[in-house]
């Protein structure tokens, strides 16, 4: 069973950075795309940062310049680097990652539990 643990998580006052971390495990033939997304109160999910299939990467327009996203693909694990945080960073990061399980199986969107980001003074 593919698990996406993130972590790295926390309060941190604005200007300062954080660096999650989500680690996928379990049954993994490949990994097509894999990122984060974000959900502040009372707001919709969206894409903050990820790979894409063909190896590129995507940033939502509100972090470019700011958030940086890596990743170790021995690991399974992508790392996202966030520096000047404002209070609007403030959200639940989740992890998603598009993924395999098998050679033969069709890949599907696994998400993360999720780690709080919280930015204030």
């Known amino acids: 069973q593919v698990q996406l643990v993130e972590s790295g998580g926390g309060l941190v006052q604005p200007g300062g950075s954080l660096r999650l971390s989500c680690a996928a495990s379990g049954s993994i033939f490949s990994i097509n795309a894999m990122g984060w997304y974000r959900q502040a109160p009372g707001k919709q999910r969206e894409l903050v940062a990820r790979?894409?299939?063909?190896?590129?990467?995507n940033y939502a327009d509100s972090v470019k310049g700011r958030f940086t996203i890596s990743r170790d693909n021995a690991k399974n694990t992508v790392y996202l680097q966030m520096n000047s945080l404002k209070p609007e960073d403030t959200a639940v990061y989740y992890c998603?990652?598009?993924?395999?399980?098998?050679?033969?199986?069709?890949?599907?969107?696994?998400w993360g539990k999720g780690t709080l980001v919280v930015v204030s003074s």
């Open positions: 790979y894409t299939s063909g190896g590129s990467t």
């Open positions: 998603n990652a598009d993924l395999k399980e098998y050679i033969l199986s069709l890949s599907r969107d696994y």
